[in-house]
């Protein structure tokens, strides 16, 4: 099985990190929120974008065309053709949302970093607030083999989302909260066409939450995304 951990910011950037192993479905990602913050101004925004677990969507084809061209560039293109086609995809989002279009640098083998015990984490995206620009890695660790397309679009959506929580939505430190999650998960499924499952979550220590993948499976699908208002367990 594969498990991953999408992991905070270091030094003022978002960073998506799994464990090294063949990523074969973006649905074994493990999602973990942030710890609350600790100063009652960030807290307060903690909570906002906890509770914020609405995503408008375009009523037209433009993610869903340019998305599949990301996974035709993957197919059959070169790095240049996948980072093109993920520039166009961030520019229908951008437009779309009223933000400035990110950068995108699609690179190549996922950087790896042994940690103690033996376990190594790698990296799939992250994003810089300050430049705005979204790193994405095109090969996994270990294999060099192409990453799987549900993980590349939903690495691509969840750094597009820290974008849009800077630029529009006013939470600067982006945290990871559930309707972070939320809000990437519906641009997620709008952009891939695929069924949305409403977040089952876990209570955690320290005030966190982890989705419990197994109870969202036995879930009906969410019938229309476009507006989705689900509400969050307490
Ligand atoms: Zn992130």
């Not at 594969?2 to 999602?31: D, F, I, M």
């Not at 909570?47 to 969507?57: F, G, I, K, M, P």
């Not at 750094?159 to 999650?181: A, I, N, V």
């Not at 220590?205 to 989705?228: C, E, K, L, S």
Request: with cysteine; aromatic share 10%.
């Amino acid at each position: 099985m594969w498990h991953s951990e999408l992991v905070r910011r270091y030094g003022g950037r978002c960073q998506t990190r799994g464990l090294a192993h063949r990523a074969t479905s973006p649905e074994y990602l493990t999602v973990l929120t942030d710890r609350p913050p600790r100063t009652k101004a960030l807290l307060t925004k903690f909570v906002a974008s906890d509770q914020l677990t609405r995503l408008e969507l375009p009523g037209d084809d433009r993610l869903r065309l340019t998305a599949r061209a990301i996974e035709e560039a993957m197919t059959d293109g070169t790095r240049t053709t996948v980072q093109r086609a993920c520039a166009d995809f961030l520019s229908a989002a951008a437009e779309f949302y009223g933000l400035p279009k990110p950068d995108v640098r699609a690179l190549a083998s996922r950087p790896l970093r042994v940690r103690e015990g033996g376990w190594a984490t790698e990296l799939f995206g992250d994003y810089t607030p300050s430049t705005g620009v979204i790193r994405i890695w095109t090969r996994t660790a270990v294999r060099k083999q192409v990453t799987s397309f549900g993980t590349f679009l939903s690495t691509l959506t969840h750094e597009f989302c820290h974008h849009l929580d800077c630029q529009r939505l006013g939470f600067r430190q982006s945290p990871h909260t559930r309707g972070f999650y939320q809000r990437a998960a519906v641009l997620y499924h709008h952009a891939r066409g695929t069924e949305m499952k409403p977040l089952v979550w876990l209570r955690m220590p320290g005030g966190r939450w982890r989705i419990d993948w197994r109870r969202m499976r036995t879930a009906p699908p969410v019938q229309n995304i476009r507006y989705t208002a689900l509400d969050l367990q307490r």
